[in-house]
């Protein structure tokens, strides 16, 4: 079974506060052609459900098209943290990670079309213990992994630093925790410091 954990993109997809919405619009109808309907895409890299290039938070990092593309597909953790604040090294206690290089973070704080005012913490603390327990890639339902109002990123740079990426904007709510399939492609973007994606989940 293949389970959609993408956020829709339209008119109401939230966007971060300032940066620009999702808008899409037929550049010619097919009218108007007499023969295709063609539409165009405006939009931030990081609206709904994305993935974050090293380059949106670090100058030198590496660019959208520049990472490989193993590290969004594969067996991935979904792990319930829907009744945390904060999450930390202890939610993970008792939990296989053996064989496991990706995990998802399910909080279910972003249910709906509206851009959540608060979200749980990151501890950056997880960068070093995934490394540890070779964890190479995290996604999020959240708009970010680090809180909102941060300037200094501190979770986004631990995850880096320590070989993670980051997927975020999941869409978990309907997701069981347990063990999936995960494929989630960003686009060869050339110099992107981030990119849509569509997510699923498959169940093994």
């Given at each position: 079974?293949?389970?959609?954990?993408?956020?829709?993109?339209?008119?109401?997809?939230?966007?971060?506060?300032g940066?620009?919405?999702?808008?899409?619009?037929?550049?010619?109808?097919?009218?108007?052609?007499?023969s295709?309907?063609?539409?165009?895409?405006?939009?931030?890299?990081?609206?709904?459900?994305?993935?974050?290039?090293?380059?949106?938070?670090?100058?030198?990092?590496?660019?959208?098209?520049?990472?490989?593309?193993?590290?969004?597909?594969?067996?991935?953790?979904?792990?319930?943290?829907?009744?945390?604040?904060?999450?930390?090294?202890?939610?993970?206690?008792?939990?296989?990670?053996k064989?496991?290089?990706?995990?998802?973070?399910?909080?279910?704080?972003?249910?709906?079309?509206?851009?959540?005012?608060?979200?749980?913490?990151?501890?950056?603390?997880?960068?070093?213990?995934?490394?540890?327990n070779?964890?190479?890639?995290?996604?999020?339902?959240?708009?970010?992994?680090?809180?909102?109002?941060?300037?200094?990123?501190?979770?986004?740079?631990?995850?880096?630093?320590?070989?993670?990426?980051?997927?975020?904007?999941?869409?978990?709510?309907?997701?069981?925790?347990?063990?999936?399939?995960?494929?989630?492609?960003?686009?060869?973007?050339?110099?992107?410091?981030?990119?849509?994606?569509?997510?699923?989940?498959?169940?093994?």
């Amino acid at each position: 079974m293949i389970i959609d954990i993408s956020r829709l993109l339209n008119t109401n997809t939230p966007t971060w506060p300032g940066d620009t919405p999702f808008s899409y619009q037929l550049t010619w109808s097919q009218e108007e052609t007499g023969s295709v309907n063609v539409g165009q895409i405006t939009t931030s890299c990081h609206t709904a459900t994305h993935v974050d290039a090293p380059f949106h938070f670090k100058d030198r990092g590496m660019t959208i098209e520049q990472l490989p593309l193993e590290i969004f597909v594969g067996d991935a953790l979904v792990v319930d943290v829907t009744t945390k604040g904060e999450i930390t090294i202890q939610d993970f206690d008792g939990l296989n990670l053996k064989d496991v290089r990706k995990v998802l973070l399910k909080t279910d704080t972003w249910t709906n079309d509206l851009f959540p005012e608060t979200i749980p913490i990151i501890d950056p603390e997880l960068g070093p213990f995934f490394l540890e327990n070779g964890i190479e890639l995290l996604g999020v339902d959240l708009p970010s992994v680090d809180p909102l109002d941060s300037k200094t990123l501190d979770t986004h740079h631990s995850l880096l630093k320590n070989g993670v990426h980051i997927l975020e904007g999941l869409n978990l709510t309907d997701v069981e925790p347990g063990l999936y399939r995960l494929t989630a492609l960003p686009l060869k973007v050339e110099g992107a410091d981030g990119s849509p994606v569509r997510a699923i989940l498959e169940t093994l």
